[in-house]
């Protein structure tokens, strides 16, 4: 099973960037679909990216394509979210997510990470 650790939360100003990185232990890295999501508060968690495990296809949720961006990088075991033009309601956990050979857009998720805080300041 995989392990997933979030890197790269923090505080920032509307229309401010920021990358979080989501770092995955094992050696099977390359056949999983990756993602991520996020959870406000009161909220359900919900879909935000998804870079898939056959071509990198990428897919995101219709209101945020266009100011984020997932990318992955195999060697380094390694998925990114760059967040671009932030918004105070870009405010939430964001969890890294990952499935064996499948889509993180059906349930269940085969792992999560533990979360990372992003905080929007207007």
């Known amino acids: 099973q995989v392990l997933l650790v979030e890197f790269g939360g923090g505080l920032v100003q509307a229309g401010g960037s920021l990358r979080l990185s989501c770092a995955a232990s094992?050696?099977?890295?390359?056949?999983?679909?990756m993602g991520w999501f996020r959870q406000a508060p009161g909220k359900s968690r919900e879909f935000v990216a998804e870079?898939?495990?056959?071509?990198?296809?990428?897919y995101y949720s219709d209101s945020l394509k266009g100011r984020f961006t997932i990318s992955r990088d195999n060697a380094k075991n390694t998925v990114y979210l760059q967040m671009n033009s932030l918004k105070p309601e870009d405010t939430a956990i964001y969890y890294c997510a990952a499935n064996l050979r499948r889509t993180v857009r059906v349930r269940p998720i085969d792992a999560w990470g533990q979360g990372t805080q992003v905080t929007v300041s207007s």
């Open positions: 094992g050696r099977m890295f390359s056949s999983y679909s």
């Open positions: 870079i898939t495990w056959t071509s990198s296809s990428t």
